[in-house]
């Protein structure tokens, strides 16, 4: 049987296995990610779509207006805190 595959099978597993190799090897490297400033991001975000979204009047009113900023309040928080944490960690 290996004198119908001879040496090309060997070359071709050696390639294989240097491929897996160099694929795992890139996939061990860390990442990095850009920075993002994801308050900026958000608060552009709500304002568009507090401008452009149709029915934004109409779901947004003046009983549920506190429960929407408090929404939005808490997650900038959060979102602030997030970034604190993971500056805190790799710094």
């Known amino acids: 049987m ?4 001879g040496q090309p099978y060997q070359s071709r ?3 294989y296995l240097l491929f897996t190799l160099l694929a795992l090897l890139l996939f061990a ?3 990095q990610a850009q920075d993002c400033n994801c308050t900026d991001a958000f608060e552009q975000t709500v304002q568009n779509y507090e401008k452009n979204y149709s029915l934004f009047r109409l779901k947004v009113t003046d009983k549920n207006q506190e429960i929407y ?3 939005t309040f808490e997650f900038v928080n959060f979102n602030n805190w997030a970034k604190a ?3 805190r960690r790799f710094n």
Not at 2 to 5: A, G, K, R, S
């Open 13 to 15: 597993r050696q390639i």
């Open 85 to 87: 944490r993971t500056q």
């Open 69 to 71: 900023k408090a929404h």
């Open 29 to 31: 490297l860390p990442a």
């Open 2 to 5: 290996n004198i119908l595959y």
